[in-house]
C-alpha cells in the first residue's frame, strides 16, 4: 500500500475460481483498495480472524463450507458480525437472493459480474461502514 495515499478500505475476496480472484483482486487493488484472497471458507474464516477487513466478497457455491455457512460464522461472532458481506454467485434464483440476505449479506452481485457494478456496490458499502464507524465513535466520546 502507497503510504501517501489514504487508505480506501480492506477487503477479502472469497471464491474458489482462480481468475474471479485475479480479475477482481487486480481490479480492486489498482483503485487502491487493501486486498486479501481466500480460496476457500476455512481460509476465509482464518484471514479474517487474523486481519478482520472493512467488507468481504463471498462466493457462494464452494466445496466443504458454502457462502452461506461462511457469512453465518461471521455474523455468529461479535468481532467480525458488522463486517458487511456481499454474496457474488451464479446463482440467479430469487430463492437464492433472499438466503443470501437472510443470513447477513448486504448485497448480491450476480456473475459474470460487471467490474463497474462490483466497484459501485463495493463503495458504496465502504462509505456505509465508514459512516457507522464514525457514528460509533461519536458515541463512544
Do not use: W
Not at 88 to 96: E, G, K, N, P, R
Amino acid at each position: 500500500m502507497n503510504s501517501l495515499k489514504p487508505e480506501k478500505g480492506s477487503i477479502l475476496i472469497v471464491d474458489d475460481t482462480p481468475d474471479n480472484l485475479r480479475v477482481l483482486s487486480a481490479t480492486l487493488g489498482d483503485r487502491d483498495y487493501d486486498v486479501q484472497c481466500a480460496i476457500n471458507g476455512k481460509l476465509a474464516l482464518m484471514a479474517v480472524a487474523n486481519q478482520p477487513p472493512d467488507l468481504v466478497l463471498l462466493d457462494i457455491k464452494m466445496p466443504e463450507m458454502d457462502g452461506y455457512q461462511v457469512c453465518e460464522a461471521l455474523k455468529s461472532q461479535q468481532k467480525t458480525a458488522e463486517i458487511p458481506v456481499i454474496f457474488l454467485s451464479a446463482l440467479d434464483d430469487v430463492i437464492d437472493k433472499v438466503k443470501a440476505f437472510a443470513v447477513g449479506g448486504v448485497d448480491y452481485i450476480t456473475k459474470p459480474f460487471q467490474v463497474e457494478e462490483v466497484l459501485a456496490r463495493v463503495e458504496h458499502q465502504l462509505t456505509i461502514r465508514r459512516l457507522q464507524k464514525q457514528l460509533q465513535n461519536q458515541n463512544f466520546r
